[in-house]
C-alpha cells in the first residue's frame, strides 16, 4: 500500500525558514514524480514545486522561485521542501504527492494528509 507522510510545517515568523519531509512507502519512489502543493484557506490547492524521478528535473510556482528549494533522497524514499524567506502568504496547508506522469498540472496518483504552515507577520 503506497503511503505519504509529510512532516515538518509548524508556525515561523516572516523571514524564518522551515523543512517539510514526505516519506514515501510503497516501493514505487523509484519511478514517480514528486511535488508539493499547497491550499490556502479560501483558495485553491496550488502547486508549489515539483521534481522529476532520475536525473531530478525541478519545477517551481514563480511565487516561491528563489526561496524554496525542491530536493529528493532515492535512498530514503523521501521529498523535501525547504522554505526560506517566508512570507504570510505562504500559510497553508502543503501536501506532498506523486504522479507517474510527467504533467504537473494533471491529476496525482497519491497524496499525503498535508502539514500545517503558518506564517506571521
Known amino acids: 500500500q503506497v503511503q505519504l507522510v509529510e512532516s515538518g510545517g509548524g508556525l515561523v515568523q516572516a523571514g524564518g525558514s522551515l523543512r517539510l519531509s514526505c516519506v514515501v512507502s510503497g516501493n514505487i519512489f523509484s519511478v514517480v514524480n514528486m511535488a508539493w502543493h499547497r491550499q490556502a484557506p479560501g483558495k485553491q490547492r496550488e502547486l508549489v514545486a515539483g521534481?522529476?524521478?532520475?536525473?531530478?528535473?525541478?519545477k517551481y510556482a514563480d511565487s516561491v522561485k528563489g526561496r524554496f528549494t525542491i530536493s529528493r533522497d532515492n535512498a530514503k524514499n523521501s521529498v523535501y521542501l525547504q522554505m526560506n524567506s517566508l512570507k504570510p502568504e505562504d500559510t497553508a496547508v502543503y501536501y506532498c504527492?506523486?504522479?507517474?506522469?510527467?504533467?504537473?498540472?494533471?491529476?496525482?496518483?497519491?497524496w499525503g494528509q498535508g502539514t500545517q504552515v503558518t506564517v506571521s507577520s
Open positions: 504527492a506523486a504522479k507517474y506522469g510527467a504533467n504537473w498540472y494533471t491529476q496525482y496518483n497519491y
Open positions: 521534481i522529476t524521478n532520475g536525473v531530478g528535473i525541478t
